[in-house]
């Protein structure tokens, strides 16, 4: 492993720390890793040691090339002054995808605290953004951002369905950054259709880093199933990531959004609530309903006409359930999924 | 282990039943055992199988007594018969706790899905309420309740500081009953320092009960960190209602709250926060101030003035945080909680 | 789930329990579940409730049907009695496998301490085979066996290539029945080229069971990890009997044999060592070599010729270890396989 | 993180790499490091990179300074070279002890395959000797020692009681080092009372390293319990060296021996087995058996007197189970225990 330091400001002392591990020879089957940017929290007082390298090893022993940045803290603070230093951190690092063996594409970042706050920014303000982000014990309301930096913006209306995947976690009882920070922004994800995974531990300290008990106050009480993030959320990476085959990376097992609603054009991922706002999905739900009056119960078809339903399944979800184990007739589904893509999507903002 | 049905209501097809493992003998260390009450879930249609024993198995492994509540469903579901059903069964396990060797104040509910409604509603609503509620993809809001039962209430707002602590979990990707019930749950319990724990995994079916191959479609696409709940939950009722020892069971670990501020009378278990409101409090902050001018800094004395300042922190854990390595001088703590303690609390609404 | 009480022998007091859980219905994709028969432990002297039914809730969780035998104990206890009371208890499960919907072939047998003795003996003498025996802390060598039962035998010189594979654990400080039962089982399994797991954690009492706190002396010191076996074995026995599909059962990852080297006749599955030993064969493998002589090197030649060699790999690993990242021709690895089939093992004990 | 890299022997290429953490500051409890020695496999031909850095990844984030040892190998691998680099190496990383904030007698060895064999000579035959060894589908009979190294030496007989603990793990169906070799050590170490744990996990390549893809051959088969070795031995090592308090490390759970029965004084610690060896033992058991003829049942006091017993276990087990709840006379288990320490141990070979 390399160890390579970069100085970004010298003035505000903002650098870049790489751990970089080697590829190919014995590793023959990789010839990149993903990466992991490491943002320490420290309120945007200071950079805390505790959540910067012992966060790194979890990570590269998962196989990541891991960064740790050191951003702009105390009187240089001021915002977006922290979140330049992330932009150039991160576009550092893309620049070197190539002697850095890391794809430029699977870059996440990991922030704890303010420093959640600082990648929790980076997922839904930066123009260099992460392909996954980790949030522990996050700063995200505005509530909480003034409390530690009054320039720092409020996070949870920022939020969009264009954004990365997150992974979240805290403890109940975390008495500096309140829980609801993490509730709050996890369900703006929802509204907005980004995939997360969050764990909210009973209880434990703020700032409990990887919770093993080298980084960790040794008498705080912690919930034993806290020190699980690490573990769960390098899973949690493979998942959204890729993970490692002899010809490269597999294929992320999902994608960002949850359903097609925040696509440009409709289709049977769509949700039903979302199809029925806009009328001529509307048309081609009733000629759906017709079309497979043999196959479905008088229910569903009103089901699918609209009324009383859960508007919150997609088509695709819907059919498959209503056709059950009859089996459902996929060049059916594919025709009108063509039909649907065909029309624009009235609430796209993208 | 003796199973023992109860018909609850012949006409409505209510039962309970029983599972019920030994106490004394070669369990000589154990008098009575916690209990656990199953609701299965199945959209007030029915009562899945696939929620009941197999759950019941689970908490039978970790020395609970375990019930399943067969509840009205279908035309006869019509609410408040459930919640009726709920508070029948509840009431019968505690009349019969000698008999059935079960600690009447060491009850939890576990609820699935509709099931989780019920399971809900008993936490919020009931009259017999249960010590511990488990709500697994839960129908929470009332926009989601409705879609199942045009007479299901909603449960956020019926959210209050007094009720039990609860652990939730669902998946993300469930697209017959929204995360969003687990997360505007959560906000509700945290508003009202209620204490709990939360699981959202990153994807899965609906309805994947303990996640096992024996009740989860085989191929249903599920997270593998899903299927910890099961085991995450039992150990979270320990530290909830306590776990066995050689002279009964232990202690819980922690109470329903969170903090102090929703006793009758204040305390330095309260946030500054609180304690700011009250005119009273505030005189006695100051007074605490000024005794400890040698101890504390200026930026210190300035916070507990209450300016400025992370509000929702506990008394107690500020002054731990201020004092430091120092160490606390308790007997000041001690000397200002009864104080405080005398100082009726102007929010309680107990 | 249905509580089936069988005397199998009224005079000793021997029973069979039968726990039977539901199949087709809401479990529309089972049609028979796999089986567990659990021996509880007690010196021969008692049936512990201990290791009995809080043992069959773990299995009937991962969605067996499990059963518990009571076998003679005490002054019935004379071998071959408890070997009898276990060849009728597995007897009336496969008779009755259609009617208790259980797969005849795929049922375990889990015992512990002298219980573990049962199981043993069962997994390599019984007429009724178990498909997969679990061995907690049991006893073993004669030594031990003799500590507990005059009459009993032991069992380490009846391991046999054709028993069934096995799953043990045990404690390291286990003052009652030594450590040294499991490893020297192991010892034979590993000679016997039988498939096995085995976890010896670092300490814990006797009789532990599946280490929860309602069935362990509450102030036992037990190490944390002993009480993962439960979950492991589980897992393991899906690895044995295959798990779980929506076309009824998987086949088993694996075969209770670690290579060919007891079969009654030869292939590329055998050790090199043993495929040396046969005259045949050893013509067989020079003609090979001399048939890649393009493709491997001297000193790989040299290997396959029996001079300096790992003899416990088999063919079929070796020549793919040769020719490694090239490409095994496996057209010719399938030829040298059918012309060693023709060989008798003349190891062969069968 | 410093990464420090020392030439131990120029001419064979032999170096130490450190991987050392800051203490102090921010770890303000932390003034040393408990530390690792990895020692790679390769069989004895190279140093194989996959379980070099990517298994101090796991020990640096549970708190160790890591240290990689690059060993004679090759042509320059002849007995005792590797083990004389090792004696080199465990005695620098002593000597720098202060330096490098590592605790001297807090030092393990972590070694795979042949490595494994160099960690076990260190653990058994070494003048400087580790604290505790970890042994990853090690090298250790004579046979296995052979085929790699024909200078190097077979280790099961060399096995001593006043050697360190030992954590061990392998596959059952490595096929290029047999498990025999893992099961025959750990038969060693019960013979000789040393403590261990180890687990042999059912199916894997050998080579497996930490188990992550990143290290693995992505498509090798391999059971996934195997990965969690790293977990489980990261706490292991805990129980064994002791853990992170707020004053310094905590004392070790156990010690290295099973019993006293290799002590150079007799106690209540040894075996009954072992005390009725000695003559003068048999005494004090008489008088003992004598004293609490009120307390115990005759066949309690046959026992005691040596008549048909179980001889492994120790006498102060033995008293506490005779005595069972009515509670054991701490005072007498004292008394006897003080006059068996003045008897030498006859079978002591220290």
């Known amino acids: 492993m390399l160890i390579e330091k970069t100085v970004l400001n010298d003035e505000r002392n903002v650098t870049l720390t790489a751990y970089l591990q080697p590829v190919k020879g014995e590793f023959y089957y990789i010839e990149k ?41 105390g009187k240089d603070a001021e915002w977006p002054n922290p979140l330049n230093d992330y932009e150039q951190a991160m576009c550092l690092i893309r620049q070197k995808a190539e002697e850095w063996h890391v794809y430029p594409d699977k870059i996440a970042v990991a922030g704890f605290s303010a420093g959640g706050h600082l990648a929790a920014s980076a997922a839904v303000l930066a123009e260099n953004r992460p392909n996954a982000a980790v949030l522990g014990y996050a700063v995200l309301t505005e509530e909480s ?65 990887t919770g093993t008990s080298s980084v960790l106050d040794p008498d705080a009480a ?22 490692y085959t002899q010809t490269g990376m597999s294929a992320p097992l999902y994608g960002t959004s949850v359903n097609g609603d925040s696509e440009a054009y409709l289709s049977v991922n769509c949700t039903v609530g979302c199809l029925m706002k806009n009328p ?36 695709r979800v819907k059919l498959s359930d209503m056709l059950g184990f009859e089996g459902i007739p996929c060049d059916k589904t594919a025709r009108y999924d063509r039909e649907l893509r065909s029309i624009r999507n009235c ?3 993208g």
């Open 33 to 73: 890793r993903p990466g992991i940017l490491i943002i320490p929290g420290g309120g945007y007082e200071t950079c805390s040691e505790r959540e910067a390298e012992p966060a790194a090893f979890a990570f590269l022993q998962s196989g990541f090339q891991a960064f740790v940045l050191r951003y702009s803290v």
């Open 145 to 209: 951002a003034h409390e530690w930096l009054d320039s720092a913006p409020g996070l949870i209306d920022k939020v969009h369905s264009g954004m990365c995947p997150c992974f979240l976690f805290s403890a109940r009882t975390d008495s500096i950054v309140p829980v609801r920070n993490t509730i709050r922004f996890t369900e703006a994800l929802e509204k907005n259709g980004v995939m997360f995974e969050s764990h909210i531990y009973s209880y434990g300290p703020h700032g409990f880093s």
């Open 222 to 243: 912690i919930c034993p199933r806290a020190r699980r993030w690490v573990y769960d959320c390098a899973d949690w990476l493979k998942e959204v990531l890729g993970d």
């Open 280 to 315: 001529e999905a509307g048309i081609v739900l009733r000629r759906l309903s017709d079309d497979m009056k043999d196959l479905l119960s008088e229910s569903c078809r009103e089901q699918l006409a609209g009324r009383r339903d859960l508007n919150s399944v997609t088509l």
């Open 347 to 349: 609430s796209y903002s």
